[in-house]
């Protein structure tokens, strides 16, 4: 169901999200934001073992991913999401480095990309989830 107000067109489904972060606070904030600009966001997980079982139960069209989570790093997890039933498409965020401190990872990696936390908009996370 898309709310009043949202940011999407109508007719047009919202993309459906998994907000993967240690910090309560900063999910928090995401899924305000982002359901706020018209996505769904279906679930949220705190660690990388989390992660990739919510991914499984939930099938989101997205994964908003922390690179640095309490049990494994974000770029391992965006490959053993690769394993769930339907791709997920998975941008990868950090507040602790720039980009290009990443870059080589995210190159062989199949995340659509990285986003500063200071930078998350919805219009940023379409540009980078984009279509499948």
């Known amino acids: 169901m898309v709310r009043a107000g949202s940011r999407c067109h109508a007719g047009q489904v919202p993309p459906t999200l998994l907000i993967v972060d240690d910090h309560a606070g ?31 139960r939930l099938e989101p069209d997205l994964v908003l991913l922390d690179v ?41 990696t199949s995340a659509r990309g990285f986003l500063p936390k200071e930078q998350l908009t919805g219009a940023a996370l379409l540009a980078l989830g984009g279509a499948r």
């Open 26 to 56: 900063f999910r928090a904030f995401a899924r305000a934001m982002l359901e706020s600009e018209g996505f769904e966001v279906v679930g949220e997980a705190v660690d990388a073992a989390g992660a990739v079982v919510e991914c499984r």
């Open 68 to 108: 640095i989570l309490p049990d494994g790093d974000g770029f391992d997890v965006c490959e053993q999401l690769t394993e769930c039933g339907s791709l997920p498409r998975v941008v990868i965020l950090t507040s602790s480095r720039d980009a290009e401190a990443y870059a080589d990872r995210l190159a062989s």
